[in-house]
């Protein structure tokens, strides 16, 4: 019976004393953070671009392998996106899932029951894009601090070219500025 006290009254001692050696019963989590202006913004409000394609004929992409792009069109934006900035340059990415997950450098075709097995190969400032680039700018900014942004595409097939299907063909990529 004895043995059975004393290892009672040890145990209630021990765990008392764990609280009476901590420093203090409460904790904290410290969040920080920062507003700051909008650094970048388009240009008279034109933060969209278009790029009308040439129609191009199905014989012409039936020779192409997977992942081959056609040379024989390549048309632009008729008016560049313009971008103005203060402090340092910005970044943009475009969002990943608006390319095709096995050759990343094509834009998938957005037209519910459209063409099938194409999209487009883009390039800004004649850089090619993909999946995980960033936007190249065209060198420093103007005077102005404003930075041109060119856009071309071209035809580029997801599948041998004579597995593309006739119809529609449209891709969208969403531009994500990113300053530090």
Known sequence: MKRLTVAAAVLSTVFMSAGAFADTDQGEVIITGRVVGT???FLDGNNSTTITMNQ????SLASLGAGATYTGIKNSTTVPLKLKCTGAAPKISLARNQFDTTYPNITK???AGGASGVGFVVTAND???NANSLIPLNGDPDENGVYTIDFSAQYAVVAAGNAVTQGDVESTL???????
């Open 174 to 180: 969403t531009l994500t500025v990113v300053t530090e």
């Open 56 to 59: 191009v004929g199905q014989e």
């Open 39 to 41: 650094t970048c913004q």
């Open 109 to 111: 075709n957005t037209v």
């Open 127 to 129: 850089a090619e894009l």
